[in-house]
């Protein structure tokens, strides 16, 4: 089934991947857009108002939400308003600059503990759901891993002989290698042995977290479970009015930085290797997932005290 946009929106991306771009993430929020209007039996032209109604879906999303579904949209319109004239240009920066770093919120070890054991209250009719979502937070902590790439992990992915995760085809197209703690390929093992006794679908099936009746676990699946026992943390020295699943991956480049900071390693000479380890194709891309929390802070400057010495009141 499709519509006027919806045939635009398959026009568009045809034309931009033919020129070469990937359009990997804009292609998720035009779909979902094209899917909206067919949805609420929408078949006209492309407008600011059914777009602002798409872009402000939702339970009080932020401006930064409602940015980043504004944005490939407003692009798009570009490509529509040259082939049906009916179609209107869109405001630049409606909802101002989705891009503009928001502070995340750096999870403790405690609070990650604290949401793990939440998963145990979870409805889960064979067990296999609150078991997944407690060992993919704990993954998300241990690796900064980004929720894709746990969500596409496949069985054959994750070498317990070894201690290594291999990433597929990820962010920018890149392959990689993730080494891990031996105490983290124990969990994963022991995961997969519990949730292999749990259900008899789950052998053989190549997802490496799966959900009930052995299910492969959906990004969506993943978030609803976590917006279950997110409630519990209090992120008031955030950006944001919830916790979110990503800004693990913020909390682990912020703790791998001060740890290397208290074993007094050289942080600007090891940032390539965490650069690496995150999939980023630059280093410079990997201090955006840097946040000055009061340890980082704590530790830099007794530091820089011990170095050029500090002001005695006295």
């Known amino acids: 089934m499709s519509n006027r946009i919806s045939s635009l929106v398959e026009a568009y991306l045809e034309y931009k991947h033919g020129l070469g771009f990937q359009l990997v993430g804009e292609a998720v929020y035009l779909k979902a857009f094209a899917r909206y209007t067919i949805e609420t039996g929408y078949n006209g032209a492309l407008t600011c108002q059914i777009v602002f109604q798409w872009c402000e879906l939702g339970e009080n999303p932020s401006l930064v939400t409602k940015g980043r579904r504004y944005e490939p949209i407003k692009s798009f319109a570009d490509y529509a308003n040259a082939f049906d004239p009916e179609s209107e240009i869109m405001p630049k920066l409606p909802y101002g600059n989705p891009h503009k770093r928001v502070r995340p919120h750096i999870y403790s070890l405690e609070e ?111 978030e609803y479970a976590f917006r279950k026992i997110r409630g519990i943390i209090d992120v008031s020295d955030s950006g944001y009015d919830k916790a979110r699943l990503y800004d693990f991956r913020h909390t682990f480049a912020s703790r791998t930085v001060l740890e290397w900071l208290e074993q007094d390693i050289d942080v600007n000479a090891k940032l390539y290797l965490l650069s690496t380890y995150m999939g980023h194709n630059h280093p410079e891309d990997t201090y955006w997932y840097l946040s000055a929390t009061p340890e980082l802070l704590d530790m830099s400057s007794r530091k820089y005290e011990n170095i050029y010495g500090g002001h005695d009141n006295g």
């Open 112 to 222: 990650t503990c604290s949401l793990m054991e939440c998963c145990d209250k979870l409805y889960a009719p064979d067990g296999i759901r609150s078991l997944t979502v407690k060992t993919a937070i704990g993954l998300l902590w241990a690796t900064g891993l980004r929720t894709s790439e746990l969500i596409n992990l496949k069985v054959a992915d994750v070498d317990f002989t070894n201690n290594l995760i291999f990433i597929h085809s990820s962010k920018f197209n890149k392959d990689r290698l993730i080494p891990i703690q031996p105490e983290v390929t124990a969990e994963l093992r022991n995961y997969r042995q519990k949730v292999e006794v749990l259900s008899t679908n789950a052998i053989g099936e190549p997802s490496f977290f799966i959900t009930t009746r052995g299910r492969p676990l959906k990004r969506d699946a993943l």
